[in-house]
């Protein structure tokens, strides 16, 4: 079954060091998308991609970083992690596959999440 | 840009009650509309979705009309369990852009 992971679910650092987080789809989809939830907040976008060499940012996404090499992959990286980016990050993918079969392009599918902790 | 917004929680219930979350929407166009919904410790998921005026998603039991004169997509549920125990999520796509406006989530806890 097509499904979407991401790595590590627990991850603690420190103030200053550059963490990635990994987020993997077998989906074939085109859309991959990385939010964030804080409470009080509910799920704000980081940042989003449409298909290989293409980023985009969202609402929040001052201090994060995304690249998309191929189309399974759209990993997340803090530059210089700050204490305000302790929170639960969130892939999600959407979308056609690149294989041309028809699906949904608007529902996206959501990742187990990571929970990083920046002390 | 679009905008959600859903009643706050948190809704506490017994079981076997009624389940009644509201979330209206603004957007221009006509977006889609989903409920996710998210148990302790896990991703979202999706539990229903409609995409045009009229619609009704439905989904374990769940239900949810697209109403586009009152621009609202009210979750329901006739008999709620222990196991209905989640964050609820409501949402609107943004048309072409693929992107997905959430409410900020209402947290349900079912007691038996």
Same mark, same amino acid.
């Given at each position: 079954?097509?499904?979407?992971?991401?790595?590590?679910?627990?991850?603690?650092?420190?103030?200053?060091?550059?963490?990635?987080?990994?987020?993997?789809?077998?989906?074939?989809?085109?859309?991959?998308?990385?939010?964030?939830?804080?409470?009080?907040?509910?799920?704000?976008?980081?940042? /989003?991609? /449409?298909?290989?060499?293409?980023?985009?940012? %969202?609402?929040?996404?001052?201090?994060?970083?995304?690249?998309?090499?191929?189309?399974?992959?759209?990993?997340?990286?803090?530059?210089?992690?700050? #204490?305000?980016?302790?929170?639960? /990050?969130?892939?999600?993918?959407?979308?056609?596959?690149?294989? %041309?079969?028809?699906? #949904?392009?608007?529902?996206?599918?959501?990742?187990? %999440?990571?929970?990083?902790?920046?002390? | 840009?679009?905008?959600?917004?859903?009643?706050?929680?948190? +809704?506490?219930?017994?079981?076997?009650?009624?389940? &009644?979350?509201?979330?209206?929407?603004?957007? *221009?166009?006509?977006?889609? @509309?989903?409920?996710?919904?998210?148990?302790?410790?896990?991703? @979202?998921?999706?539990? @229903?979705?409609?995409?045009?005026?009229?619609?009704?998603?439905?989904?374990?039991?769940?239900?949810?009309?697209?109403?586009?004169?009152? *621009?609202?997509?009210?979750?329901?549920?006739?008999?709620?369990?222990?196991?209905?125990?989640? +964050?609820?999520?409501?949402?609107?796509?943004?048309?072409?852009?693929?992107?997905?406006?959430?409410?900020?989530?209402? @947290?349900? &806890? +079912?007691?038996?």
């Amino acid at each position: 079954d097509a499904e979407i992971t991401q790595s590590p679910r627990h991850k603690i650092t420190e103030t200053g060091r550059q963490v990635t987080l990994a987020c993997h789809q077998t989906w074939n989809h085109n859309n991959m998308f990385w939010y964030r939830q804080d409470l009080g907040h509910g799920l704000r976008l980081i940042h /989003y991609s /449409y298909g290989v060499q293409d980023t985009n940012k %969202g609402e929040v996404s001052d201090g994060y970083s995304v690249s998309r090499s191929n189309t399974e992959d759209l990993p997340l990286t803090l530059e210089s992690a700050a #204490s305000s980016q302790t929170s639960v /990050y969130f892939c999600a993918s959407s979308g056609g596959s690149t294989s %041309g079969s028809i699906a #949904s392009t608007d529902t996206q599918y959501f990742g187990p %999440g990571t929970r990083l902790t920046v002390l | 840009g679009n905008s959600v917004t859903q009643m706050e929680g948190p +809704v506490t219930l017994s079981e076997e009650a009624f389940l &009644t979350i509201n979330c209206t929407y603004t957007a *221009t166009g006509y977006p889609s @509309l989903f409920w996710y919904v998210q148990y302790p410790g896990e991703g @979202l998921q999706l539990l @229903l979705k409609a995409t045009k005026a009229d619609d009704k998603g439905s989904n374990k039991g769940f239900e949810a009309t697209y109403r586009k004169e009152t *621009t609202s997509f009210h979750l329901e549920k006739g008999s709620v369990q222990v196991s209905d125990s989640a +964050v609820y999520f409501c949402a609107a796509s943004g048309g072409s852009n693929y992107k997905l406006t959430f409410g900020k989530g209402t @947290l349900l &806890t +079912v007691n038996p």
